[in-house]
């Protein structure tokens, strides 16, 4: 165990639907990253918040949005849900701000859009 | 084309064979991790590699960084079934984005 908490833990939706993914960090850890993994294209990073502030944008499409809250969960939301967005979405933690850092990552979400 | 790329991409071996996977890119990284990934889990940090040349032991695996800091090695002796599993190496060449290797799944058959 992680340490890192993702909910749920599945998600089935239709396209053009929208969903939110939640991820509780770390107890002390201030960064929280997210991740889309599909089998063609392995693991994507999307996007870096460090304390509520965000860091740094991956391949995440304009229809994805992300945010971090005072008590430092971080949710990332998905909308106007096309086929091609099924994947498992991970978030990971680490206690500073460059992403070189040891990250840990949760269980994931997985998203199924039929 | 991806920053990283893991060479093989897939392996199958049986129990008690040496193994080594490859992670090359034409970028320099401060630092490089390993991460082990079991189906359906998230990955798990195995190891961070920081100095060029240097050799990091951890139990059967044997982790080394490219002098140049672009490319590093796993080796594994005597691999075991419970070394199943895909492994990723990842890091961040500039600023803060993130990357992960292509991946190289391997299956140790008993």
């Known amino acids: 165990d992680s340490g890192v908490t993702q909910t749920p833990k599945h998600l089935i939706t239709a396209t053009g639907q929208r969903v939110t993914l939640r991820c509780s960090p770390r107890s002390g850890d201030l960064s929280v990253y997210w991740y889309q993994q599909s089998l063609d294209q392995g693991l994507q990073f999307l996007i870096h918040y460090y304390n509520g502030e965000e860091r740094a944008k991956g391949n995440i499409l304009e229809r994805f949005s992300a945010q971090q809250f005072p008590d430092l969960h971080s949710e990332l939301n998905l909308s106007s849900l096309e086929l091609g967005d099924s994947a498992l979405y991970f978030c990971?933690?680490?206690?500073?701000?460059?992403?070189?850092?040891?990250?840990?990552f949760g269980p994931g979400t997985r998203l199924t859009v039929t | 084309t991806q920053l990283l790329e893991q060479s093989p991409q897939f392996l199958s071996i049986q129990e008690g064979e040496n193994l080594t996977v490859y992670c090359n890119s034409s970028s320099v990284f401060s630092s490089l991790q390993w991460y082990r990934q079991e189906p359906g889990e998230g990955p798990v940090l195995l190891v961070t590699v920081v100095t060029g040349g240097e050799v990091k032991k951890l139990k059967r695996l044997t982790f080394q960084f490219g002098d140049a800091r672009k490319d590093s090695s796993l080796h594994i002796t005597a691999a075991q079934p419970g070394d199943t599993g895909l492994y990723l190496c990842?890091?961040?060449?500039?600023?803060?984005?993130?990357?992960f290797g292509t991946g190289t799944s391997l299956t140790v058959i008993p």
């Open positions: 990842a890091g961040a060449p500039t600023g803060n984005q993130f990357y």
């Open positions: 990971a933690s680490s206690v500073a701000s460059l992403s070189s850092y040891e990250q840990y």
